[in-house]
């Protein structure tokens, strides 16, 4: 991508407290904490309300224990903004939640193109070998709203190695539900 705005870079040692199995990450931190785990470039006009930004985002392969590398994941602050994905390589699964625990994901390969709908918390998960990139475009104003993910002990289910080459979900063992709507436990 040329004309980038901003480029972002996460390292194994920013997603520290983000994976289930903290020896695992631990033991990776050790020796690979300085590594990139994800980038992303983006091009952003300017933040109102009618503009768009977009870019490219590149997670490396990797895994922590059983779970697959991903993206830390967030809402946008004004949550009612969607956002776009083309997977232009590699295979992913976007882990969507709703406020309530509702989860659904949908597969990236090549050419996929995933709809995340307004209210949808987001996360990009290397399932695959090769790095998974993406060309992303969501409306200017969203910003992102990281504390959702943080204060429920992450999202409700795990991505993780099914032992056949594949991935699957499981639960989270550390979610805590939010509390949503009037009266809810
Ligand atoms: O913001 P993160 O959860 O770290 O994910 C990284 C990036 O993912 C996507 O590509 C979004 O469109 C970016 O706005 C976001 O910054
Ligand atoms: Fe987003």
Not at 64 to 88: K, L, N, W
Not at 103 to 116: A, K
């Given at each position: ?128 070998t090769e790095p998974l ?15 959702i993910i943080a204060s ?34």
């Amino acid at each position: 991508m040329t004309g980038r705005t901003r480029r972002y870079e996460k390292r194994y040692d920013d997603l520290l407290g983000l994976f289930a199995n903290e020896a695992a990450f631990t033991e990776i931190a050790r020796t690979r904490g300085a590594e990139i785990a994800y980038r992303v470039d983006e091009f952003r006009p300017s933040d109102r309300a009618g503009d768009v930004i977009f870019g490219t985002s590149m997670l490396y392969p990797g895994r922590v224990g059983d779970e697959f590398i991903f993206t830390r994941g967030h809402i946008h602050a004004v949550s009612d903004r969607p956002e776009i994905y083309f997977c232009q390589s590699g295979h992913g699964v976007m882990l969507m939640e709703l406020a309530d625990g509702t989860i659904r994901t949908e597969e990236m390969t090549p050419n996929s193109v995933v709809y995340v709908a307004p209210h949808w918390i987001h996360r990009s998960v290397n399932v695959g070998t090769e790095p998974l990139v993406t060309l992303f475009c969501y409306p200017a104003d969203a910003g992102q709203d990281y504390d959702i993910i943080a204060s429920a002990g992450g999202m409700r289910d795990l991505i993780v190695d099914d032992g056949s080459g594949g991935w699957t979900r499981i639960p989270n063992p550390r979610y805590r539900p939010r509390v949503t709507g009037s009266g809810a436990a």
